[in-house]
């Protein structure tokens, strides 16, 4: 299975700035996602990122607050933009990988801790 | 909408005992399922998963029940270890109309089970 890398695992920021999270894979993948878990709740897909076209984005969620890029097939980043303390959560990056046949699994990073003060 | 949603919160058991933590689930069209275990400060991690065309599955101290009639998900695990100790979450994927893995996971909400000594 991929092992994926996300940085940075935590940070603490100041409302109204911007968080680049990177997300890197061991091997080329086709789609990743990127998953918001806010403080004792599940998780909620923010996105899906596809190399070479645009981020699809879930309802609620828009590309304005959240940009993301796709440059390749190992990396993805995610941005939180203009930041507020409902901010606050994890940030988590997913990957599909084939599993053989036609089963798929999806591996998730260790996810970043944001905090808006 | 869609939605995959848990009976319990919370779960705690003696260590040794089996514990058993339930997923119901509402969109029909789902073909696969999966369990995830969270500790905490780490991203979830995969247990065990089925896929709609079977009611059960075995791993190591782990099986996963299907019941499409109800729709309704279960993992059970054996000889509960205080290393078991996490949060649970199943999650599950929709069909895909031409037959490719399209990734995207909705999750319940997760149970917190709890192993004392």
């Known amino acids: 299975s991929a092992v994926i890398s996300q940085k940075p695992s935590r940070d603490i920021c100041q409302r109204g700035t911007s968080l680049t999270i990177q997300c890197q894979v061991d091997?080329?993948?086709?789609?990743m996602f990127w998953y918001r878990q806010q403080p004792g709740q599940s998780l909620t897909l923010i996105a899906t990122?596809?190399?070479?076209?645009?981020?699809?984005?879930e309802s609620g969620f828009v590309i304005d607050k959240f940009p993301i890029s796709r440059p390749n097939l190992t990396f993805s980043t995610l941005t939180v933009s203009n930041m507020s303390p409902e901010d606050s959560s994890i940030y988590l990056c997913s990957v599909e990988v084939p599993r053989g046949g036609v089963m798929y699994g999806y591996t998730f990073g260790s996810g970043t801790r944001l905090t808006v003060v | 909408g869609e939605s995959v949603g848990l009976h319990l919160p919370t779960l705690s058991v003696q260590e040794g005992d089996n514990s058993i933590i339930n997923c119901a689930y509402s969109?029909?069209?789902?073909?696969?399922f999966i369990w995830y275990k969270q500790e905490s400060g780490k991203g979830p991690q995969f247990i065990i998963d089925?896929?709609?065309?079977?009611d059960k599955r075995q791993g190591q101290r782990v099986t996963v029940l299907l019941n499409k009639t109800v729709k309704h998900l279960s993992l059970q695990i054996a000889a509960t270890q205080p290393g078991d100790s996490a949060v649970y979450f199943c999650?599950?994927?929709?069909?895909?109309?031409?037959?490719?893995?399209?990734?995207?996971?909705?999750f319940g909400q997760g149970t917190i089970l709890t192993v004392h000594p």
């Open positions: 089925i896929r709609s065309n079977m």
């Open positions: 990122a596809n190399q070479g076209s645009e981020a699809t984005y």
């Open positions: 091997s080329q993948v086709t789609m």
């Open positions: 969109n029909s069209a789902s073909d696969y």
């Open positions: 999650a599950e994927k929709g069909s895909n109309a031409g037959g490719t893995s399209y990734g995207k996971l909705t």
